[in-house]
């Protein structure tokens, strides 16, 4: 299997819109259809298949999600440090 490269901006939001965290994958293979993507952890693969036409992204709806994760992921770094 090909090492995993980092995704671009264009790749995170669109990891995003679906609901996958792209501070989390890598992406392996790229072709028109399809993305093989790989995790950074448990090195699963997963196909990501894209749709032909193209959607715009609700940028105010991304920031909202990613301001979100920051703060869950705030909250499990608070609860394992009191742990």
């Known amino acids: 299997m090909k090492n995993g490269k980092n995704l671009t901006r264009t790749q995170k939001l669109v990891l995003l819109s679906r609901d996958l965290n792209p501070t989390e ?3 392996s293979k790229k072709m028109p259809d399809m993305w093989l993507l790989v ?3 448990t090195n699963r ?3 990501l298949w894209l749709d032909r036409t193209p959607t715009s992204v609700d940028s105010e ?3 909202t ?3 979100n994760r920051g703060k869950l992921t ?4 608070a609860h394992l440090s009191e742990v």
């Open 39 to 41: 995790h950074r952890r």
């Open 61 to 63: 709806n991304i920031a």
């Open 25 to 27: 994958w890598l992406i």
């Open 45 to 47: 693969t997963f196909e």
């Open 65 to 67: 999600r990613l301001h």
């Open 74 to 77: 705030t909250e499990i770094h």
